[in-house]
């Protein structure tokens, strides 16, 4: 996964077990819920088997990661009011599956920025997520490599014509 040493997702996971293909990547792989939450019973379940990569935090979730603090919640305007703050290096959202990465200038007189992967399953919008170097503070955002009718906003294939 291009040098990843985590995967960070921002929420609407309707099916959690979608994430078990993540697995052999041996990489912690951090969830919030959405508004479209999905089965959270099954969410928690994955993330308590012995074997998961999934650590699942609720509706937000604090991280620490190399060296950097991170703040994953799902809505744009929350992650903007938290930008501010100053308290984290780094606030990535969802909900609009518009990737975006902003530099918000804090309360601080600091940069916080503000990151939106867009959508990883193509919902609304081609399938995208962020590469971070936490160590430069560098963003990329890149296509998910999908096959033609693969992504779900593709128009749906039907046998009635």
Known sequence: MRGAEAVLHC???VAPT??????????????????????????????????????????????????RGIFLVHYPHYAAALALTGDYDLVCCGHDHKASIHPVENVRGGVTYLLNPGTV??????PSYIL?????????????????????????VTVHG
């Open 18 to 67: 979608t994430l078990r293909v993540l697995k052999k990547f041996e990489l912690p792989v951090h969830v919030i819920h959405g508004n479209n939450t999905g089965d959270l019973y099954a969410m928690a379940k994955l993330s308590h088997e012995s074997d998961s990569v999934v650590r699942y935090h609720g509706q937000d979730a604090t991280l620490h990661l190399g060296g």
């Open 132 to 156: 971070i170097d936490l160590e430069i503070m560098t963003f990329e955002v890149h296509d998910v490599p999908v096959e033609p009718g693969e992504a779900c906003n593709t128009p749906p």
């Open 121 to 126: 399953g193509g919902v609304g919008a081609k």
């Open 11 to 13: 929420g609407d996971v």
